[in-house]
């Protein structure tokens, strides 16, 4: 990690001529898929890269509402922002539950295979629970993010916990998902999946829940083998700008009405460390540019 800049992303020797699949998995709502998703979205496309995103929440749709908002800002307001191609799958109406798994996913595919020849980087905002078009997804990732919320309810998605120690026990059922899903990719592609949990909203005040939440999740990374990546912290922005379709990138543009804090700057810093984390290939040797 010491070979990564602040204001660029270190040369990576893998080459990869398709388009990054990003996966955004958690089973658990309210930790931030939806928010990670858009702002990773806006800010591929701010370092030049074509990015198609599909969601898969049949039932919330946040991602799709977000970037409905930011439509509608842009129309009301005639600012020119940027947008990624937004495919949105709908749930089969079929009784049959073969019938239907089988219709979403051919209806998958099909739309992760024209994003691929469209797109730099196809990011898939999952679903906050066990369904098929989740597990489908996370099969056909390259990359796996997972936000966490810091705290043990979170945790859990991931592993079971010592109430005593707090030592772990054992993975969790989504750990236990993953794990099989990143055994079929092995089976049926050359491609690994490159698992990153990020702790998400986190708290700037430290604390000895924090601490414990830190230590678990290093050592449960060490056991089933996921890398930790730094998330956004609780900012009030992030609830502020959804209405209106904004991230922290659109700030600075002078359709934006809302004005550019010190808490931004650091959030924004937020956002490039995460990407400086994830290592994409496809960003080699490029300079950060927000």
């Known amino acids: 990690m010491s070979s990564l800049s602040r204001t660029g992303l270190a040369d990576i020797p893998q080459q990869v001529a398709d388009a990054r699949v990003i996966v955004i998995g958690n089973e658990k709502g309210g930790a931030g898929k939806s928010t990670v998703s858009v702002h990773l979205s806006i800010a591929l496309l701010c ?19 977000y970037l409905e908002n930011r439509t509608r800002w842009m129309q009301n307001t005639n600012a020119v922002l940027k947008m990624p191609e937004i495919v949105r799958l709908e749930a089969s109406k ?20 024209r994003l691929k020849r469209e797109c730099d980087f196809i990011i898939i ?3 906050g629970g066990d369904t098929f078009l989740s597990r489908l997804a996370h099969m056909h990732a390259d990359t796996l993010i997972t936000p966490l919320n810091d ?5 859990d998605l991931l592993g079971d916990v010592n109430p005593q120690t707090l030592e772990v026990l054992r993975p969790s059922f989504y750990s236990e998902m993953v794990w099989n899903c990143r055994k079929t990719k092995a089976q049926t592609s050359r491609r690994p999946i490159d698992w990153v949990v990020m702790r998400n909203r986190m708290s700037p005040l430290a604390a000895r829940n924090k601490e414990r939440v830190g230590g678990a999740l290093e050592h449960l990374s060490k056991r089933i083998g996921f890398r930790l990546a730094p998330g956004l912290s609780e900012r009030v922005i992030y609830r502020e700008l959804f209405p209106a ?6 700030l600075s543009e002078s359709a934006s009405n809302v004005a550019f ?12 460390d995460l990407i400086i984390v994830l290592q994409l290939p496809e960003l080699s040797g490029l300079e950060i540019t927000f």
């Open 151 to 155: 705290s043990f309810v979170d945790f």
């Open 125 to 127: 905002d999952a679903p």
């Open 94 to 113: 079929e009784r049959d539950l073969d019938r239907a798994e089988a219709e979403e996913s051919q209806r998958f595919l099909m739309s992760l295979s």
């Open 47 to 65: 370092i030049g890269k074509k990015v198609g995103v599909i969601d898969l929440d049949v039932r919330q749709r946040s991602l799709t509402r």
């Open 261 to 272: 804090t010190m808490s931004h700057k650091a959030a924004r810093q937020e956002l490039r």
């Open 245 to 250: 379709g904004l991230t922290l990138l659109d």
